[in-house]
């Protein structure tokens, strides 16, 4: 297997062109990854565009009735999130890294978008598992308890567990497309160095490397920040306010989801037991160690 390299703006309504137009570049995944930090930072610079709605999940087969309403299934509307006139533009959709729960993704976007790039951003297998969890707990999709949920590890259509399968991942991306088109991010990387780890998405995109902005210290969506919400909110949030907030800016859904959150209790999950982390290592370590391999990458914070 060939070793991997390790090498803005969001128009609003009326500046979008009515022509539309296709993606240059997808964030991939993974989920709580740090993917909606790293979507606000590639808006920030001024040569990349980024679709208003940040995860659209065009090419990503819809599993209920919820996700058909946050879908954004014809090819007429996907083409209206994307400015013609910036050559750089992205979208960010977790879920197109979720194999075998969700399958076709990489042939899919090569049909209609063969010359993609692909940033694909990955975090400590255990730690992002745990994190995903507690993301659909906080949402009221999840009621069972963490051990119960990671009580069968080898079932490959477990969301939180397929998603931290990152070399299976990536492998079915390099079956199509090169490899100097794929960028492995460590979100570790983008916590400790993100100036660092900016200046090498930009240089892999093709746009100013060296471009600064103050907004670069934000950091979106901490796990820390996760709030308890009623069950009832939390189902009519999810069926009826978010497809129908689609289309709000992110900046602007931020801000109404913060006015929100401020009247509700930080969400208390129980704590990964060290069985259960073992577990988990264990699970993950031939995976990690595949990851390595292709990438050529140490990833030296992890636990695995």
């Not at 070793?3 to 500046?15: C, E, F, M």
């Not at 079932?155 to 199509?176: F, K, N, T």
């Not at 859904?253 to 930080?266: F, S, T």
Request: with cysteine.
């Amino acid at each position: 297997m060939e070793r991997l390299s390790s090498t803005g703006r969001r128009p609003g309504a009326s500046s979008r062109s009515r022509r539309g137009a296709l993606p240059t570049f997808f964030i991939i995944g993974a989920p709580k990854a740090g993917t909606t930090s790293l979507y606000h930072y590639l808006e920030c610079h001024p040569e990349i565009q980024m679709s208003a709605v940040k995860e659209p999940s065009y090419f990503a087969p819809t599993l209920d009735t919820l996700e058909v309403k946050l879908h954004v299934g014809s090819l007429q509307r996907y083409e209206q999130l994307f400015d013609p006139d910036v050559a750089v533009r992205g979208e960010a959709s977790t879920n197109y890294a979720e194999y075998p729960f969700r399958e076709g993704v990489p042939e899919a976007i090569a049909e209609l978008v063969p010359e993609a790039k692909f940033i694909y951003l990955v975090r400590d297998p255990v730690e992002r598992t745990v994190s995903h969890f507690r993301h659909i707990v906080a949402n009221g999709s999840e009621r069972r308890s963490l051990t119960q949920a990671l009580s069968d590890l080898e079932d490959p259509r477990s969301p939180w567990i397929c998603a931290s399968l990152y070399a299976l991942q990536l492998e079915l991306y390099l079956r199509i497309f090169p490899a100097e088109r794929m960028l492995v991010v460590d979100q570790a990387d983008l916590l400790s160095d993100r100036s660092s780890t900016l200046r090498e998405i930009f240089a892999f995109l093709d746009v100013d490397e060296g471009f600064q902005s103050e907004q670069f210290e934000d950091e979106l969506l901490k796990g820390s920040e996760h709030r308890s919400y009623p069950l009832g909110l939390a189902r009519f949030i999810e069926h009826q306010v978010r497809p129908r907030s689609a289309w709000i800016s992110p900046a602007t859904r931020r801000l109404l989801r913060r006015y929100v959150e401020v009247a509700l209790p930080r969400l208390q999950t129980e704590s990964l037991d060290e069985q259960l982390r073992a577990s988990l290592q264990q699970f993950y370590a031939g995976e990690v160690a595949h990851l390595r391999s292709l990438t050529g990458k140490t990833f030296p914070t992890w636990s695995v």
